[in-house]
């Protein structure tokens, strides 16, 4: 069965840091590209970051550049999602997807998705 499963999730104070991970199974992740995505409460879903398979290449929404980092071990198969100095606007829940075009650009959809972690930021 091919699934993505992510982990990491929780409540932290604002100001806190979180990792996030995404394992696949029944694929190897070597060959795709993967995104974080998340979903606030009564809003759309938008994308926070992606990394491209070779790990070369990252991209940042713009709201968390400088304080989230994605990198990948394809050796564990898994994408990570380090969050520092979190905020309560980063409060949702956290998708990972992945494609196998392998770099980051737009793209209509997004071959596999996880179930989502729940990600809140409160004092």
């Known amino acids: 069965q091919l699934q993505l499963v992510e982990s990491g999730g929780g409540l932290v104070q604002p100001g806190g840091s979180l990792r996030l991970s995404c394992a696949a199974s029944?694929?190897?992740?070597?060959?795709?590209?993967i995104g974080w995505f998340r979903q606030a409460p009564g809003k759309e879903r938008e994308g926070v970051s992606c990394?491209?398979?070779?790990?070369?290449?990252?991209k940042y929404a713009d709201s968390v550049k400088g304080r989230f980092t994605i990198s990948r071990d394809n050796a564990k198969n898994t994408v990570y999602l380090q969050m520092n100095n979190l905020k309560p606007e980063d409060t949702g829940v956290y998708y990972c997807?992945?494609?196998?075009?392998?770099?980051?650009?737009?793209?209509?959809?997004?071959?596999?998705w996880g179930q989502g972690t729940q990600v809140t930021v409160s004092s």
């Open positions: 997807a992945a494609d196998h075009i392998r770099i980051c650009v737009s793209r209509r959809s997004w071959d596999y």
């Open positions: 990394i491209a398979n070779s790990g070369g290449s990252t």
């Open positions: 029944g694929f190897t992740l070597d060959y795709y590209a």
